[in-house]
């Protein structure tokens, strides 16, 4: 049984999809690490992915059974919550756009 995690800020809860495949995770971006981790690690941008203040960090573990999702701050160290700014609404948007896509994918799904 795969976790269920929520975004720091957000009220949505996500699970891995069951019909999550090996090909999809790369196909979307997921890159694997030495332990067979695949990492899935994307600036949230509007202009230039080099301003990004935060980035999306999802990981899924090798057996694809355990999932964590997490929006950071530029150095990856800090965790961030684009939720309760107005200001940052563009990237609620794009999050919004991202996880969709995942979802479309079947890689997470709303549980």
């Known amino acids: 049984m795969a976790n269920t995690i929520i ?15 090996r090909y999809a995770l790369i196909d979307v971006g ?31 573990n090798e057996e694809m059974n355990h999932l964590t999702m997490v929006i950071t701050d530029r ?9 309760k700014n107005e200001q940052l609404s563009e990237m609620v948007k794009l999050l919004d756009y991202t996880l969709k896509d995942l979802e479309d994918h079947q890689i997470i799904k709303l549980a």
């Open 30 to 60: 997921f890159k694997q690490t030495k332990r067979g981790n695949f990492v899935y690690d994307r600036p949230l941008y509007n202009d230039s992915p080099y301003n990004a203040t935060c980035k999306l960090k999802i990981t899924i």
């Open 7 to 21: 975004i720091n800020g957000d009220t949505r809860k996500f699970t891995i999809d069951p019909n999550v495949k």
């Open 75 to 83: 150095s990856g160290l800090q965790k961030v919550n684009i939720f």
